[in-house]
């Protein structure tokens, strides 16, 4: 392991990248990992969606077929020698779906690794965490910090709450939230999946056209719902009022076009793309699930709604419609706090701590053993 003054070496352990928080997350370590001296690496097996501009500024080794059940031990002996002349210090797993591939990697390495949990977990779900070289783990709320500590039997100073960070644009270059002059956009981002509650955000929608025709329904993100998320707004009879934006590397020009975002999910982890949301200044409206709660201050920061109440959501929308100033002192404040609280310098210094704390630590004889 390295002497304190030296450089200490991180491999954060992702799968596939694509256009949602926690890969978000990743690149963002990788970025800005350097400025609390530590230096980065990030290894995946699917590096398309990441832009080519970010992928110049990290080192990022692709790695294809590593999550398949046939070629991923094979692939993860390849890695495992590449790595081999420059071993990590500490591994860092950034989703929970690769933690069989990095138990085996971290054994055979012999480093220790830490593991982010981003979500709630499936019912029953138990994580294969293995206990010789997991360190420590990471969750991005207190509510997954909860579940992990009464569902998977960990114990409570093995888990700690490190808040996912998003950087805090210029203010400047869009109209004002429901500004008078252009047509309102009620949007949502990211990945379209049966968790995220989209189809009672389509029958929001419903409900608000009925009530008022000019307003627009925008939702940015692909995934396999994407077919039935469009079949659905035709047979509501609104298709001409949504618009679906796919094929995205970030959620950056979605977000700027909305005046108000809506996060209406079943379950939610934290909520990052609310986060980048509110750094915009942007009314949000989100289901009170999960992470929400360590974020959201209703009617201060942002509207809580019940999950999967389509009705209520459209209620809340109308509120907000009717009332563009209060709208626009609910994005501002939403903005204040995401840069006093969640901003991503403290989420990389904090977990830049972990890797201090954890890396100083080896195995002997299967035993955790810190160094003098």
């Known amino acids: ?32 990992l350097p400025d609390h001296g530590i230096s980065a690496r990030i290894v995946c097996s699917d590096a398309q969606q990441v832009q080519a501009d970010r992928r110049a500024r990290i080192a990022l080794l692709e790695y294809r077929r590593m999550q398949t059940p046939i070629w991923g031990r094979v692939v993860m002996d390849w890695i495992s020698d590449d790595l081999s002349d420059d071993v990590p210090d500490i591994i860092h797993i950034q989703s929970r779906k690769i933690l069989r591939r990095a138990n085996w990697l971290a054994k055979e390495l012999k480093r220790p690794y830490v593991l982010t949990v981003h979500d709630s977990l499936q019912p ?3 994580l294969a965490i293995d206990p010789t070289w997991c360190r420590h783990v990471i969750a991005v709320s207190e509510p997954v910090r909860m579940e ?42 990211g990945p379209l999946e049966a968790v995220k509650g989209l189809p009672f955000f389509l029958g929001a929608a419903q409900q608000v056209l009925a009530r008022r025709e000019s307003v627009e329904f925008l939702i940015a993100g692909a995934g396999p719902e994407e077919r039935n998320l469009r ?20 959620f950056s020009q979605s977000l700027s076009a909305m005046d108000v975002f809506c996060l209406p999910s079943l379950r939610q982890g934290l909520g990052t793309i609310m986060l980048e949301a509110m750094a915009r200044g ?10 929400v709660y360590s974020i959201v201050r209703n009617n201060e920061t942002g509207l809580v709604v019940p999950p999967s109440n389509s009705q209520q959501l459209a209620d809340r929308i109308m509120e907000l419609l009717d009332d563009p100033a209060r709208a626009r002192a609910i994005g501002q404040r939403a903005r204040t706090q995401v840069q006093n609280e969640f901003g991503v310098d403290g989420m990389v210094g904090q977990t830049a701590d972990v890797y201090r704390k954890f890396a100083q630590t080896k195995v002997t004889n299967g035993k955790s053993k810190a160094h003098a």
């Not at 949602?20 to 990743?26: I, K, L, P």
Request: no cysteine.
């Open 124 to 126: 029953r779900e138990k």
């Open 1 to 32: 392991m390295p002497e304190s003054d030296e450089e200490l070496n991180v491999l954060l352990l992702a799968g596939h990248f694509e256009v949602r928080g926690s890969s978000a997350y990743s690149l963002r370590l990788a970025e800005r």
């Open 231 to 250: 079949r659905l707004a035709r047979d509501l009879g609104i298709a001409k009022h949504v618009t679906f934006v796919t094929n995205l590397l970030d």
């Open 282 to 291: 942007k009314a949000v409206i989100a289901s009170g699930v999960g992470g």
């Open 148 to 189: 992990l500590l009464k569902n998977q039997k960990l114990s409570h100073d093995t888990v700690s709450v490190i808040h996912s960070g998003v950087d805090l644009p210029a203010e400047f270059g869009n109209p004002p939230v429901l500004d008078p002059g252009h047509v309102p956009v009620i949007g949502t981002a």
